[in-house]
């Protein structure tokens, strides 16, 4: 009884110190929020936890909640992950000022320093998260050239045609050997999971891209779905922790370190961690295999011009980057930090394509008018051409399949947000900036809000159409945003967009397809929306 009472006391004793200062912590987060000098509307958040608790209500899918939430609040609304605080945008006007193209100007950096970066031992010496205008500029000078310059283009082009040569013997073993004889008992057909096989072609050309490497995802898939060889390899392992990876990095960014850190939610974060470290000790073995190998390499000429040799030997002896001056950033980077960059590379080049194509495929097999016009215009284009020897200038004019590509990414956005950081205040039309504010441009409710289009919900690729020679397409282009806009647009546009009319054209040529899902778009990832 005795031992009772003073258990009693002691629980007495330590609650309600903690019950006050919880008390106090929830007073001064709501005095502080509700006499914030520049107040936008917005759901009420929670200490701690933010808006946090409504994103997990609507299953993760934070495009929809984000939608929702700007149909309540309107163009601009505030949204608390954790204790930060982000305006959301779905007005063109702020777009435009925020996707500035001017050098230094007040929207350059994506996001600042943040515990949850720092926690990941991410510095910010990749493209994405860079802070630094020297440095960012550096990196996106290789790239461009490793990836945006004409001949990178056109070896892109040829590493699709050679990936589609696989694809297509994996396809027709497959039909071979499962597929089902049609009504005319002339054509077979097969029932195939699209999107691992989109992914992995566009995960061989930037990996190849990138770091000259070839790592076999095609083969080692098809081996594994018909049961000949069913190990994934570990170049197949790398790209699946590679998206949780990303998954890792948005999660750190959302979620505050006292709930990532809880007992029994940290299992999720565990996860997430160890994916990311397994992810960068196979990147960082890349590149200590590739120092070796250029070492080892007397002649600097006969060095592949791939993004990770440039990388390495920028401003050394075997310098291949050659017209790409390093002059601005003297400082190199660490072999982690350059593993870092190529994976930033793989993570943008591979799930964004791949989750667009599957959405190109989706839309056009769910109307016949959409899929005739596509045939029509590829048997314009090639004719009976039975070499099938596609150039640039075939693809530029693919006017129709380029519509169809900008209004799928217009409804379907693969990303749900672009951020920019407003280093001081600013006033936009009516809006007032406050400083040191996260922008999130809100990119669904942009694209399908009806200032901006005429009816938005309604899936139209002619909209993006010139009316006649004279007339451009006409729209509001800061309205339309998913490859972001300004100084950190993404690089990699106009290789998704020749490789994704260069897939189509392929595709469309060889095979008929049919949309057997009923509701295959489906959100399983923080900010990427993936198609299934
Ligand atoms: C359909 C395909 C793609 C879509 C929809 C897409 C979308 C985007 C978006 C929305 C951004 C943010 C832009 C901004 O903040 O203004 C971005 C950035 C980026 N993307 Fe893409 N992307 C695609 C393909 C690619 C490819 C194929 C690559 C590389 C080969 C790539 C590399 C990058 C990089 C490096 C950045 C960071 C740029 C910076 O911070 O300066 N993307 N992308």
Redesign the pocket.
């Known amino acids: 009884m005795m031992f009772f009472k003073e258990f009693k006391q002691i629980i007495l004793d330590l609650l309600i110190p903690i019950i006050l200062i919880l008390s106090l912590y929830v007073l001064k987060f709501y005095y502080d929020y509700f006499t914030r000098s520049i107040s936008y509307p917005g759901p009420l958040p929670l200490p701690i936890l933010g808006n946090l608790h409504q994103y997990f209500y609507y299953r993760n899918d934070l495009q929809v909640w984000l939608h929702h939430l700007s149909l309540k609040y309107g163009d601009v609304f505030e949204l608390y992950f954790g204790s930060s605080r982000y305006l959301m945008i779905s007005d063109s006007r702020i777009v435009e000022r925020i996707?500035s193209s001017v050098k230094d100007n007040n929207y350059f950096v994506?996001i600042t320093t943040r515990d949850g970066l720092d926690d990941l031992k991410k510095g910010h010496s990749g493209?994405?998260f860079?802070v630094d205008f020297n440095s960012?500029s550096c990196i996106?000078k290789i790239?461009m050239r490793a990836?945006a310059a004409p001949n990178a283009l056109r070896f892109g082009m040829n590493l699709i045609n050679i990936g589609f040569q696989d694809l297509e013997k994996f396809w027709n073993s497959l039909i071979e050997e499962q597929g089902q004889f049609l009504c005319d008992e002339q054509e077979k057909s097969i029932e195939i999971d699209f999107i691992p096989w989109a992914r992995r072609i566009f995960a061989e050309t930037?990996m190849l891209i990138t770091t000259n490497r070839h790592p076999h995802l095609l083969s080692t898939y098809y081996e594994r779905i018909t049961n000949k060889n069913p190990q994934k390899n570990l170049d197949e392992e790398f790209f699946d922790r590679l998206s949780i990876a990303s998954d890792c990095v948005q999660y750190y960014l959302m979620v505050p370190p006292f709930i990532r850190n809880f007992p029994i939610l940290n299992i999720y974060k565990n996860y997430l961690y160890e994916n990311m470290t397994w992810t960068r000790n196979y990147t960082c073995n890349l590149v200590k295999e590739r120092l070796e190998e250029i070492k080892s390499n007397d002649d600097k000429e006969k060095l592949s011009t791939d993004m990770l040799s440039m990388l390495l030997t920028a401003n050394k002896s075997k310098d291949i980057t050659r017209d790409t001056p390093n002059d601005n950033n003297e400082k190199s980077m660490t072999h982690e930090e350059i593993g870092d960059n190529i994976a930033?590379?793989l993570i943008?080049?591979v799930d964004?394509?791949s989750n667009?194509l599957s959405f190109v495929l989706y839309y056009i097999g769910n109307d016949p008018d959409i899929e005739q016009r596509v045939l029509n215009e590829i048997d314009k284009i090639f004719g009976h051409r039975s070499d099938f020897n596609i150039t640039y200038e075939d693809l530029s004019k693919l006017e129709y399949i380029e519509a169809v590509i900008k209004e799928v990414?217009r409804v379907r956005?693969?990303?749900a947000t672009?951020t920019r950081f407003a280093a001081h205040s600013d006033q936009i039309d009516e809006y007032v900036i406050p400083p040191s504010t996260h922008l999130s441009v809100n990119i669904l409710s942009l694209h399908v809000h009806p200032n901006y289009w005429e009816e938005p919900m309604k899936f139209d690729p002619t909209r993006f159409l010139a009316r006649s020679d004279n007339e451009k397409e006409v729209y509001d282009k800061n309205a339309l945003?998913?490859?972001?806009?300004?100084l950190?647009?993404?690089?990699?546009?106009q290789?998704?967009m020749t490789l994704?009319k260069m897939m189509i054209v392929l595709l469309y040529s060889k095979y008929k397809f049919e949309v057997i899902t009923k509701d295959p778009l489906a959100q399983n990832s923080i900010n990427t929306q993936y198609c299934y």
């Open positions: 996707m994506r493209i994405l860079n960012w996106k790239f990836v930037i930033e590379i943008e080049g964004s394509p667009t990414l956005p693969v990303t672009i945003v998913y490859f972001g806009g300004g950190r647009m993404c690089p990699g546009k290789f998704a994704l």
